[in-house]
């Protein structure tokens, strides 16, 4: 790195303030006059003060049918003659996935949950024509079944701080005016004006905005590497490459604001001096490169993109490149080569993509998150943004929050927060009332951390120190029913399998952390073995390439660290006490609990229950193949997998309901 | 987009194309150039349903690569398959959050029922059964998807009636 001329171009920028300021006071009016005339004034808008029905077309609701929802909307209105005055909008993802469809209705902010077609006329005549709500598909309350009608009132809303999320549920991805009434670009506007790359980098890195992709480096100080890396052409990429299993915050994101990022990543190609970018997000995510394309040919016709934006002099054109699905291309590096058109295979790093990167340019790379940020910090100053969260960590991060839990979807929450606060005040506590085991955090690079942390507050260095980490912001919460030796043998699985194969310790190693866990699994392991596994795991985590593989033990060893006993368990007592290891199993009926409701006849693919109607069934071991579908069925804990539980039920005939719950971790 | 191109490829299990040459299509379009490699896979994978020992040979050619280099470009991204796919495309997720909440179940239950699993396809054709990370809609797990629909909060139950409708007509 050439560092004097570096000072140069700063100390030239910054010698003639008197002559730069002329300048702006004629650029500043002309740049914002740009953007006033970019928003066409007829266009319709989000307000709340109107009749709106907003209908939620993220992915998840798509999956639950909110097509055949929007149809049933249109032609109720168009019966009601209401077309004209009711505005019908279908807006990206509103985050409370689980309960898809949904329709928010103003201006009174009334959420209705898990609708269907023929709940649509009631709804239209209760809450439109009317002054009423429709209370079938309100949200009720689990603990106290007290519906809830407002959104805004809803635990899972009203505990939550959306500040990247703020638009999501509200503006239409699909109208550029709807994001620009919203003071949309103004932040870009404002950045060109000022003209002053060096002191908008001063203004993100005195944010204390760090990376939200999973290593959380200090993004003003990623953009000035990169800014005073030599050479003419530079490159900005936004890595949407969200690959984690369980995590879909960026998704989202791109869905319902695909402007916010598009603005971030043109202020962070302002900020370094690149005219170039990317965006390279996963081919799977269909809907989303489908509202960013559409987005990026909006912003390119309003001169928000392309040559000379908003008459500024400045150029920057963007391209999404779709990636080919493989988890490691998250990796700066492997990203990089997989832009090339080449294996997405990481290389060491130094030199840095901000000094070497893209076809060897300097690269900025920021996850679609961060740069969802920028614009924020960009109109609210630094230390408003760094008001929200802790000493090392501020603003706000988004959970794509999980598992076995009661109100599953995309949660922000300001730095700090706890977990408790997250999975129980705003996810609603567990689901069917089960007992909290473990929330893994950070996907295959993170940790598993037990009921003992809850209380924790979650910023990027309290996670690292017990053990797990921030990651993308997957937070899968797990009950008894879950084995954490099967869960750490999930994720090594995931990892071995998308492990690259250059280097020796990531390919070699994690295949034999999956043999031995598949091993302990079985019940065919030793305590020998468990010695083994953590040494294995010390040696992939200090020795491999890049990221993937300096983490990937990280599952094993968290788990290790907290729930070793279930690791002696399986070895020693050959024992899965979630009873999910298939081969230290044996379903049994409880006769004592059995009321013969024959639900478990019913679902069991094999035939392998059986008896007369309100009997205790009996379960023929022989035919059982373990899919546990009955133990899912069963309403009464008649049906165990733990023989210590169902041994002790059989001694005690007629005083079962008492020795089911002393095995704890039975399912049923 | 999709729409265009299925007009011109048949959807059947040869994967035969229909009417034009959508490869010739797709080469003429390109400028050629390295970079563009895995957006003109993903195209020809699109419009002819695999990537056949043929397609990698033109792509090569006109890219000025060799067949080699392209094919490890190829089998190194998961997206990319090398046989023709069956007629339904049932692919089962089986990340995390669909793993605790009963994806292995919804796997074998599938196993169970066409006898084949991951990454294989029943012998007559009708089915190709994938497992994949994540859909990234894991607040509706478990998720499984049919030809592109997604279908959530599935359980044994559901899944069996869901193949049984299929298999039944």
């Known amino acids: ?668 | 987009m999709t729409a265009a191109v299925a007009s011109t490829t048949c959807r059947c299990r040869s994967g035969e194309r229909v009417g034009d040459d959508p490869l010739a299509a797709i080469l003429a379009t390109c400028s050629g150039e390295r970079p563009e490699l895995v957006a003109v896979l993903q195209q020809a994978q699109d419009a002819l349903g695999y990537l056949s020992a043929d397609t990698i040979r033109r792509i090569a050619r006109r890219l000025r690569l060799s067949e080699s280099d392209v094919f490890g470009v190829a089998t190194f991204y998961a997206e990319f398959r090398f046989s023709p796919p069956g007629r339904h495309r049932l692919r089962v997720c089986l990340g995390t959050a669909c793993h605790v909440k009963g994806g292995v179940q919804m796997m074998q239950t599938i196993e169970r029922r066409l006898g084949v699993g991951a990454g294989e396809t029943t012998p007559d054709g009708e089915y190709e059964v994938e497992r994949v990370a994540c859909l990234g809609c894991c607040a509706l797990a478990p998720v499984i998807t049919l030809d592109d629909q997604i279908h959530g909060q599935m359980n044994v139950i559901e899944l069996q009636k869901l193949l049984d409708e299929r298999t039944g007509d």
């Open chain 1, 1 to 668: 790195m050439s560092a004097p001329a570096t000072e140069q171009v700063q100390h030239g920028r910054r010698a003639s303030p008197r002559r730069l300021a002329g300048e702006r006071s004629e650029r500043a009016p002309r740049i914002f006059a740009a953007l006033t005339a970019a928003r066409d004034p007829d266009a319709p808008i989000a307000d709340d003060t109107r009749t709106e029905v907003r209908l939620c077309a993220g992915s998840a609701c798509h999956a639950s049918g909110r097509l055949a929802v929007r149809a049933a909307f249109e032609e109720e209105l168009a019966a009601r003659g209401l077309t004209d005055t009711v505005r019908v909008v279908e807006t990206g993802c509103h985050g409370f996935c689980e309960r898809g469809p949904i329709v928010v209705l103003w201006p009174r902010g009334l959420f209705y949950g898990h609708v269907e077609p023929a709940d649509v006329p009631r709804i239209v005549a209760a809450s439109i024509v009317g002054d009423d709500v429709y209370k079938k598909r309100l949200y009720k309350d689990p603990q106290t079944r007290q519906a809830i009608a407002r959104a805004a009132d809803i635990p899972f809303y009203s505990e939550q701080e959306r500040l990247v999320l703020a638009l999501n549920g509200r503006i239409d991805p699909y109208s550029i005016d709807d994001y620009l009434a919203h003071d949309g670009y103004r932040s870009l506007a404002a950045v060109l004006a000022d003209d002053d790359p060096d002191a908008l980098i001063e203004t993100l890195t005195a944010s204390g905005l760090r990376g939200r992709g999973g290593a959380g480096f200090l993004t003003g100080r990623k953009w000035r590497f990169a800014r005073d890396a030599p050479g003419d052409v530079k490159y900005v990429i936004c890595n949407a490459d969200e690959g984690d299993p369980g995590a879909f915050m960026d998704r989202s994101v791109l869905e319902a604001n695909p402007h916010v990022v598009l603005e971030g990543l043109i202020i962070a190609a302002f900020a370094i001096g690149a005219h170039e970018g990317y965006v390279y997000v996963r081919h799977e995510y269909q809907f989303a490169v489908e509202r960013l394309r559409w987005a990026l040919d909006r912003a390119r016709e309003r001169r928000l993109l392309g040559r000379d934006i908003l008459g500024s002099g400045f150029d920057f054109s963007v391209q999404i490149d779709q990636g080919a699905g493989a988890f490691v291309c998250g990796e700066e590096t492997a990203l990089i080569a997989s832009i090339e058109g080449r294996r997405g295979m990481p290389r060491v790093r130094p030199p840095y993509p901000a000094v070497q990167g893209l076809f060897g340019k300097p690269t900025n790379i920021n996850n679609v998150e961060t740069l969802a940020n920028v614009p924020r910090i960009v109109a609210e100053g630094s230390e408003a943004y760094a008001a929200r969260g802790t000493k090392t960590s501020k603003g706000t991060k988004i959970f794509s929050l999980t598992g076995r839990v009661a109100n599953g979807g995309l949660v922000e929450v300001p730095m700090g927060a706890t977990l408790r606060q997250v999975i129980f005040d705003i996810g609603g506590g567990m689901l069917r009332g089960r007992t909290f085991k473990a929330v893994q955090l950070g996907g295959p690079s993170g940790g598993c951390l037990p009921e003992a942390l809850l209380d924790e507050p979650i910023d990027y260095e309290s996670l690292k120190a017990a053990g797990s980490m921030m990651g993308s912001g997957g937070m899968v919460v797990l009950d008894d029913t879950t084995c954490m030796v099967d869960f750490a043998r999930f994720f090594l699985t995931f990892t071995a399998e998308e492990s690259c194969g250059k280097c020796v310790p990531c390919r070699v190693g994690t295949a034999h952390m999956v043999d031995i866990l598949d091993a302990i699994c079985k019940g065919e392991a030793d305590m020998a073995d468990l010695e083994k596994l953590e040494r294995l795991a010390h040696t992939v985590k200090e020795n491999s390439l890049c990221g993937l593989g300096q983490t990937a033990p990280n599952p094993v060893l968290s788990s290790l660290r907290y729930f070793r006993d279930e690791f002696e368990e399986h070895i020693r007592d050959r024992r899965c006490r979630a009873a999910v290891c298939s081969e230290l199993v044996e379903f049994h009926i409880i006769p004592g609990n059995c009321v013969g409701c024959l639900r478990c006849v019913a679902v069991c693919p094999t035939g392998a229950i059986s008896g007369p109607r309100a009997e205790p069934q009996s379960l023929d071991a022989s035919k059982c193949i373990k899919c546990r579908s009955c133990v899912e069925a069963c309403r009464y804990n008649a049906i165990s997998g733990d023989a210590i539980v169902a041994e002790t039920a059989d001694t005690t005939p007629g005083g079962a309901g008492s020795t089911v719950t002393t095995g704890g971790g039975d399912a049923h």
